[in-house]
């Protein structure tokens, strides 16, 4: 199996940079979707549309404001959250989602304007909480750098969600906003195994790349995590699977592991269905079984999320950089003496 995903990956590899070399790579990007035995390209289309708003306003979440440069996410992830917000907005959730991307152009000047308004606080921005800001538009575009470049310039704190190890082209900036404010990154590594990973994550760059790459940002002082996200039942919850990940993220030196199950809400319920049908036919009734509603029973749930506590735990996950880059402390206000 390693050396058929091997050969698929080279064959993709070198199918996209023939794609790049194209006339037409200006114009779209074209992935792939990998099978077994066939590769079917799809084209993503860019769609450049200024925003009027660059912070979004959340509401139950550990954050009050969220940042996406992008809308949509050329990841395709199967189990992808984001589809169930899709569906609801009318917009493509099933097969199509992540073919057309909203490139929001103007999105680091709006920023800009916005942090630089006398009502703003300085408070967290949560980076690609519906969109992962590392996907291949990054490359081009370079949105997500520029938004980091502003953020530091104001001293503002973030935290960032990726699977993409595109990341470390940004060690820089992320040095500086590191040096000026809390900066706290989080890779997604639901799995280390290389036949789940290709059938759900089909976009992504394989997980031991992004582990590569939270060694090169805590060795340049950066805080970076693993979230194992979404671990799913049967298929990426064997106690040898999880511990496979969080000794791995434990020796790439990261500061956090934390771990979520899959839920399924309307919209990537049915696209998650579908995937699961063709690639995993025999957990079909047991999923219906366990997502009749959105979320996990909490008894099945509980002692995956122990385990992964405990690995935590035993292995030692800690803030363990050597350097560490951090704001230095507000100064304080000095009462005057009467
Ligand atoms: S990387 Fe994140 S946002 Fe993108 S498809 Fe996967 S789960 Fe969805």
């Known amino acids: 199996?390693?050396?058929?995903?091997?050969?698929?990956?080279?064959?993709?590899?070198?199918?996209?940079?023939?794609?790049?070399?194209?006339?037409?790579?200006?114009?779209v990007v074209v992935t792939f979707y990998t099978c077994p035995y066939i590769i079917v390209p799809v084209r993503t289309e860019y769609r450049e549309e200024p925003c009027k708003a660059a912070l979004n306003r959340v509401t139950g979440m550990g954050f009050r404001w969220s940042l996406n440069p992008y809308m949509g996410c050329e990841h395709?992830?199967?189990?992808?959250?984001?589809?169930?917000?899709?569906?609801?907005?009318?917009?493509?959730?099933?097969?199509?989602?992540?073919?057309?991307?909203?490139v929001k152009v103007n999105v680091a000047e709006v920023l800009r304007r916005e942090l630089g308004r006398p009502s703003w606080k300085r408070e967290l921005v949560a980076i690609g909480a519906a969109t992962d800001p590392y996907q291949p538009a990054e490359g081009r575009y370079r949105l997500t750098r520029q938004c980091l470049e502003v953020l530091a310039a104001a001293r503002n704190p973030f935290s960032l969600i990726t699977r993409g190890p595109m990341i470390v082209r940004d060690i820089d900036v992320l040095q500086q906003a590191a040096r000026r404010a809390e900066v706290n990154v989080t890779f997604s590594i639901p799995t280390l195994d290389v036949e789940v990973w290709r059938k759900t994550e089909i976009g992504t760059a394989p997980p031991r790349q992004r582990l590569r790459a939270v060694r090169m940002l805590v060795d340049a002082g950066i805080k970076a995590g693993i979230g194992l996200a979404p671990i799913l039942p049967g298929i990426s919850d064997r106690p040898e699977q999880l511990a496979e990940v969080v000794r791995a993220a434990r020796d790439a030196g990261?500061?956090?592991?934390?771990?979520n199950l899959l839920y399924l809400k309307p919209g990537t319920r049915e696209h998650f269905l579908d995937s699961l049908a063709r690639e995993w036919p025999a957990l079909l009734p047991r999923y219906q079984r366990l997502y009749a509603k959105p979320y996990l029973d909490q008894r099945v749930s509980e002692p995956i999320k122990q385990q992964v506590a405990a690995l935590r735990e035993e292995l030692g996950i800690a803030d363990r950089r050597e350097a560490r880059l951090e704001p230095a402390p507000e100064p304080e206000q000095l009462g005057l003496a009467i």
């Open 1 to 27: 199996m390693e050396d058929e995903s091997r050969a698929l990956l080279f064959i993709r590899g070198t199918a996209l940079r023939l794609a790049k070399r194209s006339a037409h790579f200006k114009a």
């Open 254 to 259: 990261a500061t956090t592991v934390w771990c």
């Open 76 to 102: 395709q992830c199967t189990f992808c959250y984001v589809r169930a917000f899709e569906r609801r907005a009318d917009r493509p959730w099933g097969e199509r989602y992540g073919q057309s991307i909203r």
